[in-house]
T-cell receptor, first 113, second 112 residues
Framework: KAGVTQTPRYLIKTRGQQVTLSCSPI?????VSWYQQTPGQGLQFLFE???????NKGNFPGRFSGRQFSNSRSEMNVSTLELGDSALYLC????????????FGDGTRLSIL | GQQVMQIPQYQHVQEGEDFTTYCNSS?????IQWYKQRPGGHPVFLIQ?????EVKKQKRLTFQFGEAKKNSSLHITATQTTDVGTYFC????????????FGTGTRLLVSP
C-alpha cells in the first residue's frame, strides 16, 4: 500500500506570494490533517478534513486554508506569505480521524525569502 | 486551550542506558498516541493508549497512561543508536474539539 504522498517536497517563495501544497492520503483513508512543524513551536495543528468537509481547525490566521476533494486528496493554501510561515508542512491521513493512528507524509519544506 | 508538555526537552545518553520521557496534558484525554521522528524524517506512529492506567510494551519500549488520563510516559530500556530521534506524545481531548494536540517533544541522542 502506498504511503501518504506530499508534493512538492521543497518550495521557495517570497513574502506576499501564495502557495498551494498537495497531499494524497493512503488509499481508503478519508481523514486528512495538516500540521505546521517549526523548531520553536513543534507540531501545530492546522485543520482536518473528512469526506470533503473541514471538521476541525487550529489557531491559524485566515491566510491558511484548505480543501479536500472527492478522492480524499487534500490541498492547503497559504496566501500573502510571511517570513514566519517558513516551516515543514506535514500532512497525515487516517481512515476515520484523530482517534486513530496518523500516517504522515514526508512533508513540504517551505522557505520564505 | 488544551496544552501538552513533555519533559525533558532533550536527553543525551550512552548506549545501553535507560531513557524516559514524560507527557502531561492540561486536560483529561480520551486517548494518547506516541510518535517517533528520526532526524530529517516524518513522525511515525508507535502506539495508542486508551484505558486509564494502561501499560503496553513493544520490545524495549514501555508505554504508560496515567490513572487520571492526563499524563503518560515512554521508557526505553538499554538504548541503542537506532533509538535516536524525537519522541512526541499526542493527546486527544475527552471533550470539545476532536483534534490531536502534540506534545513539545523529547529529542534523544544516543552515543555509542
Amino acid at each position: 500500500k502506498a504511503g501518504v504522498t506530499q508534493t512538492p517536497r521543497y518550495l521557495i517563495k517570497t513574502r506576499g506570494q501564495q502557495v498551494t501544497l498537495s497531499c494524497s492520503p493512503i488509499s481508503g483513508h478519508r481523514s486528512v490533517s495538516w500540521y505546521q512543524q517549526t523548531p520553536g513551536q513543534g507540531l501545530q495543528f492546522l485543520f482536518e478534513y473528512f469526506s470533503e468537509t473541514q471538521r476541525n481547525k487550529g489557531n491559524f490566521p485566515g491566510r491558511f486554508s484548505g480543501r479536500q476533494f472527492s478522492n480524499s486528496r487534500s490541498e492547503m493554501n497559504v496566501s500573502t506569505l510571511e517570513l514566519g510561515d517558513s516551516a515543514l508542512y506535514l500532512c497525515a491521513s487516517s481512515s476515520e480521524g484523530p482517534n486513530q493512528p496518523q500516517h504522515f507524509g514526508d512533508g513540504t519544506r517551505l522557505s520564505i525569502l | 486551550g488544551q496544552q501538552v508538555m513533555q519533559i525533558p526537552q532533550y536527553q543525551h545518553v550512552q548506549e545501553g542506558e535507560d531513557f524516559t520521557t514524560y507527557c502531561n496534558s492540561s486536560t483529561t484525554l480520551s486517548n494518547i498516541q506516541w510518535y517517533k521522528q528520526r532526524p530529517g524524517g516524518h513522525p511515525v506512529f508507535l502506539i495508542q493508549l486508551v484505558k486509564s492506567g494502561e501499560v503496553k510494551k513493544q520490545k524495549r519500549l514501555t508505554f504508560q497512561f496515567g490513572e487520571a488520563k492526563k499524563n503518560s510516559s515512554l521508557h526505553i530500556t538499554a538504548t541503542q543508536t537506532t533509538d535516536v530521534g524525537t519522541y512526541f506524545c499526542a493527546g486527544l481531548s475527552s471533550t470539545g474539539f476532536q483534534k490531536l494536540v502534540f506534545g513539545t517533544g523529547t529529542r534523544l541522542l544516543v552515543s555509542p
